[in-house]
């Protein structure tokens, strides 16, 4: 004969074990990495347009301080910073949406379209002033402008410029 057994239903779910699954796609460290370098963009974007606007605001006090022969146009440098930022809250958006398994690629791409844009601002910014824009926009055509050490900014948002497309390929692949 067969044995009935009078155990409760809810004993017998709790005593099977679950199998976990683990998806391979997702890890926290990287996560948290993606949040850091979000966070790291924004501070460092809202430090150089604070400078730029309060040295703005300050530009002609500064004119009458130390005469006129710097130019201290900060809106190239304004304008620079502003994709770094939304860089930044990007990434942050990109984080919490993979978290949730939604629209994580619209937001790699969104991020990769800005790494387009930071590139075309960079060599509108080379073409229409020279490789020394930087120098050139806040100190004008003096000497200081025109010093060699003004190519790095250049060269150095070029290189962040082409990390962030790359970055954002990256991010849409997973």
């Known amino acids: 004969m067969a044995k009935i057994a009078l155990d409760p239903i809810e004993e017998k779910r709790e005593e099977t074990p679950k199998k976990i699954k683990i998806n391979k796609k997702f890890s926290p460290g990287s996560i948290i990495l993606e949040m850091f370098l979000g966070t790291f963009n924004i501070i460092f974007s809202i430090a150089i347009l604070s400078f730029s606007i ?13 005469g006129s022969q710097f130019t201290l146009d900060m809106r190239p440098l304004i304008f620079i910073t502003i994709p770094i930022f939304l860089f930044g809250v990007f ?17 790699g791409l969104l991020i990769f379209f800005n790494g387009i844009f930071m590139s075309g601002i960079i060599l509108f910014y080379i073409y229409k002033m020279s490789i020394n824009w930087f120098g050139v926009s806040i100190f004008g055509n003096t000497s200081i402008g025109l010093n060699q050490w003004f190519y790095l900014p250049s060269i150095l948002y070029i290189i962040y410029s082409i990390f962030t497309i790359y970055y954002s390929l990256i991010l849409m692949r997973k």
Not at 55 to 66: A, G, P, R, V
Not at 97 to 107: D, H, P, Q, V
């Open 91 to 107: 990434l942050h958006f990109y984080s919490i949406e993979r978290i949730a398994k939604r629209y994580y690629k619209l937001y």
């Open 54 to 66: 309060i040295l703005n605001l300050l530009k002609s006090t500064i004119h009458q301080i130390i």
